[in-house]
């Protein structure tokens, strides 16, 4: 199972590499980078629990921000369902996460600065907004994917809630990265 997952990962960072690989070539269109999209910030390391909750809250609240503006301006029922589930899901996790720093961590001053990882979609509506969005999203889906690994796979986790946590989010957005990527190999 390790195994599997850690092969999972590796071809998950290699996609990865693919997705930043296709967003810095030159070109319009579809398949090139426009103007003010995916500015990746790095993937983020974790070293402990504390750590994982304060990367992991802004994260979500990128994705629950680009969600919002997706459902709004998507053609596609498909999209706005997904963007529904993500606001829902991670605005839910956000507030757990919230609950977990002021229970656990009351006294520790937050001085993390989140650098975006997902692009600018002001003006985006139908094909290209969803394009452009699965494209970041994926990418920023692998972030989440690989801080939550990291807090088991190193054991970082000093409470079982934020365990559970780690492994939901790493389950459920590994299996949505496979979905954005069928639905880009369908659709464009």
Do not use: C
């Amino acid at each position: 199972m390790k195994r599997n997952l850690i092969i999972t990962l590796i071809i998950l960072a290699i996609i990865g590499a693919g997705v930043n690989f296709a967003f810095a070539q030159s070109g319009s269109g579809m398949m090139g980078m426009g103007p003010g999209r995916m500015s990746p910030g790095m993937m983020e390391s974790v070293n402990s629990e504390y750590e994982f909750l304060i990367k992991m809250i802004p994260h979500h609240e990128e994705a629950v921000a680009n969600a919002k503006i997706l459902r709004e301006n998507t053609n596609r029922e498909k999209m706005r369902e997904f963007a529904a589930d993500i606001i829902e899901v991670q605005n839910s996790e956000i507030e757990e996460m919230e609950k977990y720093l002021a229970e656990w961590y009351p006294d520790r001053v937050n001085n993390y600065q989140y650098q975006p990882m997902m692009g600018d979609y002001e003006g985006l509506t139908g094909e290209e907004l969803d394009y452009y969005f699965l494209e970041d999203m994926i990418f920023h889906h692998m972030g989440a994917v690989m801080m939550s690994q990291q807090l088991i796979m190193q054991r970082l986790d000093e409470h079982r809630e934020v365990y559970l946590l780690a492994r939901s989010i790493r389950d459920s957005q590994h299996q949505e990265i496979f979905m954005m990527r069928d639905w880009l190999d369908s659709w464009y």
